[in-house]
Nanobody
Framework: VQLQASGGGLVQAGESLRLSCAAS????????MGWFRQAPGKEREFVAA????????YSATSVKGRFTISRDNTKNTVYFQMNSLKPEDAAVYYC????????????????WGKGTLVTVSS
């Protein structure tokens, strides 16, 4: 499956961004989807994931209550609404797909999209 992420940009602290990830090439609903991020000098880390049907979501503690993952299987797209952004949320955000499990670790991911940069100014 090919993944194309979009929606990153520069915002001020407290503002919102919505990322999108469009999938192609395979049956989208066969994949659980997730978002990871990587800040300069840091390892890539799990942020959120959603199961195949969209009725199960999982989030890192650091973003719970602020970020929401969702998917539209009719549009082959996963979304990531990020509210109340903080400077520490600044990173390259990567869309991820996993065939047989929830993508909540780097090793659980089967496919990665190219990242989209989120910059948060204080």
């Amino acid at each position: 499956v090919q993944l194309q992420a979009s929606g990153g940009g520069l915002v001020q602290a407290g503002e919102s961004l919505r990322l999108s990830c469009a999938a192609s090439g395979r049956t989208f609903s066969d994949y659980a989807m997730g978002w990871f991020r990587q800040a300069p000098g840091k390892e890539r880390e799990f942020v959120a994931a959603i199961n195949w049907s969209g009725n199960g979501v999982y989030s890192a503690t650091s973003v719970k209550g602020r970020f929401t993952i969702s998917r539209d299987n009719t549009k082959n797209t996963v979304y990531f609404q990020m509210n109340s952004l903080k400077p520490e949320d600044a990173a390259v955000y990567y869309c991820a797909a996993a065939l047989s499990r929830i993508p909540d670790t780097v090793n659980s991911v089967n496919y990665w999209g190219k990242g989209t940069l989120v910059t948060v100014s204080s």
